[in-house]
């Protein structure tokens, strides 16, 4: 690490500091100590930040999309799932091949479909049909993107309140210390790139250090969640899995940020960049961690 980097990283430390502070008891509150529909508020205020982040980088590309249409369609999702998991929280934490979970099509035989329709309906109104393909994908694979993998939240918060509550916080210390041991590790000891033409910041033994915070962490804090069983090593075990696909999130977010030519999503965060660039290692674990509750 050269001495530019090193006097950039301390210079940024103590607002990255600041930042996470806020960030960290905002969570903490939302999922401890204040209701379900005060998560449910947090949680879609954050996916609507997050979705105005991605779509107005897009636009730096040149991708004419649909702004404040697709915002609304997301909190609509968002919304909607919401109300499914919390207050009729049964219906949602079953595997999908059971009778409890067939409540939960209307997503894809209602919502997605009906989506679809309203954005070609929004692009007949422009008058410029330039790139209309172009921006109708992206509008909906940023739905999908955010909207839809961050959603997994809710169900995994609609387990019993108690266990909802300890396993969303299990799920956001383990993938979030991936990312600080990514930092601290790539930062003291990262020598070789892991995808320069992606991120020429992001090292492998960052991406290694990653995965060992996050198994660590996991195996630690394991015993303390009640729906999850087994010994330190399976913890551990669980925490690489997650730790290694936080990566994978964020390089996924990176590679978006590199094809938009910006370095942060925004600047709404000092020293931590926006909203996306929190949450973009949850979007994969998220749905994954969701997953294994319910089949592993």
């Known amino acids: ?28 509150c939302t999922i401890f100590w204040w209701p379900l529909w005060a998560f449910a508020l947090v949680l879609m205020g954050f996916i609507a930040v997050a979705l105005y982040e991605f779509f107005t980088m897009v636009r730096h590309r040149g991708i004419l999309v649909h702004r404040p249409l697709t915002i609304a369609l997301g909190l609509a999702f968002t919304a909607l799932v919401a109300w499914r998991s919390l207050v009729e929280p049964g219906y949602v934490a079953a595997p999908l091949l059971s009778e409890e979970a067939t409540v939960i099509n209307w997503a894809w035989d209602i919502f997605w479909p009906a989506t679809i329709v309203i954005i070609f309906f929004r692009q007949f109104l422009r008058q410029n049909t330039f790139e209309a393909l172009s921006g109708m994908a992206t509008t909906l694979f940023g739905l999908a993107y955010i909207a839809v993998l961050l959603s997994y ?33 790539g930062k003291l ?3 070789r790139v892991l995808m320069p033409r992606i991120s020429p910041r992001k090292t492998v033994e960052g991406f290694l250090g990653a995965m060992g915070f996050s198994g660590l962490t996991a195996a630690a804090v394991h015993p303390m969640v009640g729906h999850l069983h087994g010994s330190p090593l399976y913890g551990f075990f669980l925490g690489l899995g997650l730790g290694f696909f936080g990566q994978v999130g964020d390089l996924a977010e990176s590679l978006i940020k590199r094809d938009c030519q910006v370095k942060d999503s925004s ?3 000092p020293g931590l960049g926006g909203v996306l660039d929190v949450v973009d290692s949850l979007v994969f674990t998220t749905p994954l961690f969701y997953g294994f509750l319910i089949y592993g």
């Open 1 to 28: 690490m050269n001495e530019v980097a090193t006097l950039t990283t301390m210079h940024d430390l103590p607002q990255r500091l600041a930042s996470s502070a806020a960030v960290i008891t905002l969570i903490v």
């Open 153 to 185: 939240l809710f169900y995994i918060r609609a387990f019993k309140t108690h266990e909802g509550a300890w396993l969303v916080f299990f799920l956001i210390l383990v993938t979030k210390m991936g990312d600080v041991g990514a930092f601290l590790v």
């Open 189 to 191: 000891w990262g020598r």
């Open 267 to 269: 600047a709404l965060l």
